[in-house]
């Protein structure tokens, strides 16, 4: 459509790195978020992030949250007033007459909890380059000239207030949460020309005023359940209220990213076995999940269907679904391994959050994380869980976060000895660095610097990384590379921003056979002796008296339950179950 030349009253805009569908795996937008800006100059990386647009400058994708706001704001203003661009595009659509820029922030000073370490690994001022692209529009000329007030949403807008970082970006006001119910307000605010609070943390929303928006988004990203209700003590989706979004307005947004060209429909929720589940919300309802991906896939123009995050428990609970999950994603895989036996070595990489080895710890911070089973079995629910997904072609990728408060080294000592034991496992992991998120009940908790990690930390960091390249980087001379990166980053930087501690752990990353960094590391991976298998982890003691195949089928031919269940605020009701 034709904008006026003279600014659309609101623009709407993203950086190129969370609006990018680069190779259809949303886990490359990692590497944005971890590969520090200055080792990288943008003409390197520029061709990969190249954006297509409409005729008239519009983004044909944009990420899901800023599709969200453009839904809301097109209830009650015409479509000539909201335009949604790249920031390449911003030239086009802001000038005098913009009234306000909303912008999509994931990680815009780069202290996202995941991505702390992998740009930290080069220096405390290191700033990874999804940062950097953020910069670019905070201080794009045409923002700067018109001075409309820019508004900043998404996952990563905290970190502009927690850096005080307003003004020198000039941001007007940061929107902390979900802004389904303030979104309207504040660009009706802007439009009258009024002042903005400098922070609005926004209420959640209530189910009605949830909107599923019937445009593309980048990954095709549909959101299927919100909240979790697991209640980990470092964790802020937990603090929503679960719900699962019903799948018919599920499979009418899947078509509308068909129709406007996506080939890839991503299901997102912060744990896909809680989909369509009543109480126990922990035992997956497998009736709804397989319908529901049955659904999905067999949309015509639906090519990829990738996994998003999950939890390791329901595996174990029911191998059954894992398999039937399998047969209808495994064709929809872009993933390939050439470990996979499955044809074309098609994978699935599930995010899964393990966080650590060590029973007491994790006994301590997540105990619903291992329901129906008790947390002092973590490292067999673990052994197990995946042992069950690499038998299905499920080659998933695992979390872990060093420096939790409390750790000891007995815990990562723990966590190294759970290394062990998957190493013959198909994992990838991502190790990061502790850091506190607001509300979370360790929000007071203090986050590590790089330099303070011990080396038992860095031992668990760099090996952690080392089996994951073993995995993952399948040509041996990127392998080789690799290697002799590490070699060549340590003896000209690493020694001297991280200190001693760094070295024996940096040696194993690049190769160093094993027997000569014996004496000097916890782990002695020259030791081949194959690790004891998982023992049966036991349920907790509500459960104790049934099988697992009674519990699962706890959700057999229940009714699809829609919309969610119990609101579960403070104190969790389920470490009272774990202490039974
Ligand atoms: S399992 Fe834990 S970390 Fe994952 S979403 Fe649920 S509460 Fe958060």
Redesign the pocket.
């Known amino acids: 459509m034709a904008y006026d030349p003279r600014g659309v009253r609101f623009v709407l805009t993203a950086p190129d790195t969370e609006s990018t569908e680069q190779g259809f795996s949303p886990w490359k937008q990692m590497v944005y978020a971890s590969v520090p800006a200055q080792f990288a100059p943008r003409f390197l990386y520029k061709k990969m992030l190249a954006q297509q647009t409409y005729p008239d400058g519009t983004a044909v994708v944009m990420p899901y949250g800023l599709r969200i706001a453009e839904a809301i704001l097109l209830e009650e203003y015409p479509r000539e007033d909201v335009a949604v661009c790249h920031p390449d595009q911003l030239d086009l659509f802001v000038g005098p007459r913009t009234r306000a820029v909303g912008v999509s922030a994931h990680n815009p000073i780069g202290t996202a909890f995941s991505t702390g370490v992998y740009s930290n690994i080069f220096g405390s001022s290191a700033r990874p380059i999804n940062a950097y692209e953020s910069e670019r529009i905070f201080f794009h000329p045409a923002i700067r000239k018109y001075r409309p007030k820019v508004i900043v949403g998404g996952a990563g807008a905290w970190q502009i207030e927690k850096t005080g970082s307003m003004e020198r970006l000039g941001v007007d006001c940061v929107v902390i949460g979900r802004g389904e119910r303030v979104i309207l307000e504040l660009f009706e605010r802007a439009d009258a020309g009024e002042e903005l609070p400098p922070v609005v943390h926004a209420p959640e929303p209530a189910l009605e005023d949830l909107r599923v928006p019937l445009r593309r988004s980048t990954f095709g990203i549909v959101e299927m359940t919100r909240?979790?209700?697991?209640?980990?003590a470092?964790?802020?989706?937990?603090l929503e209220t679960r719900i699962s979004i019903p799948p018919e307005q599920l499979l009418e947004a899947v078509r509308a990213n068909v129709r406007e060209g996506g080939r890839i429909i991503f299901a997102v929720s912060?744990?896909i076995f809680i989909y369509g589940a009543s109480a126990p919300f922990y035992i997956p309802n497998a009736d709804a999940l397989v319908n529901f991906y049955e659904k999905v896939a067999s949309v015509p123009g639906v090519d990829y269907v990738p996994l998003s995050?999950a939890?390791l428990a329901p595996a174990v609970v029911n191998p059954h679904l894992i398999k039937e999950l399998s047969k209808i994603l495994l064709p929809k895989s872009v993933l390939r391994n050439p470990r996979s036996t499955y044809p074309g070595n098609r994978i699935l990489s599930p995010l899964i959050?393990i966080?650590t080895g060590s029973p007491r710890l994790a006994a301590m911070t997540?105990s619903?994380?291992a329901l129906p089973f008790d947390i002092r079995d973590w490292q067999e629910i673990v052994v197990e869980g995946t042992n069950i997904l690499n038998e299905n072609h499920w080659f998933p990728v695992y979390t872990f976060i060093v420096g939790l408060p409390n750790e000891t080294d007995d815990d990562i000592k723990q966590s190294l000895e759970l290394l062990k034991r998957l190493r013959k496992n198909k994992v990838i992991y991502v190790p990061s660095i502790f850091t506190p998120l607001e509300d979370t009940r360790m929000a007071s908790g203090r986050a590590l610097k790089p330099r303070e990690l011990t080396r038992l930390q860095w031992e668990f960091i760099l090996t952690a990384w080392k089996q994951s390249r073993e995995l993952g980087v399948v040509n041996e001379s990127s392998n080789w590379l690799w290697k002799a990166g590490m070699f060549a980053f340590y003896y000209l930087r690493g020694r001297w921003v991280h200190g001693p501690q760094f070295r024996y752990p940096a040696m194993r990353f690049a190769g160093i056979p094993e027997h000569r960094l014996r004496g000097h590391l916890y782990l002695d991976l020259s030791d081949t002796t194959p690790p004891p298998p998982a023992r049966p982890p036991r349920l907790v003691a509500k459960h104790r008296s049934s099988t697992l195949e009674e519990l699962a089928r706890l959700q057999d031919g229940q009714p699809f339950s829609v919309y969610g269940t119990t609101r579960v605020e403070g104190a969790s009701p389920f470490r009272v179950v774990g202490q039974a």
Request: with cysteine; hydrophobic share 10%.
């Open positions: 909240g979790c209700g697991r209640q980990c470092f964790c802020s989706p937990t912060e744990d995050h939890t959050g966080e997540m619903g994380k």
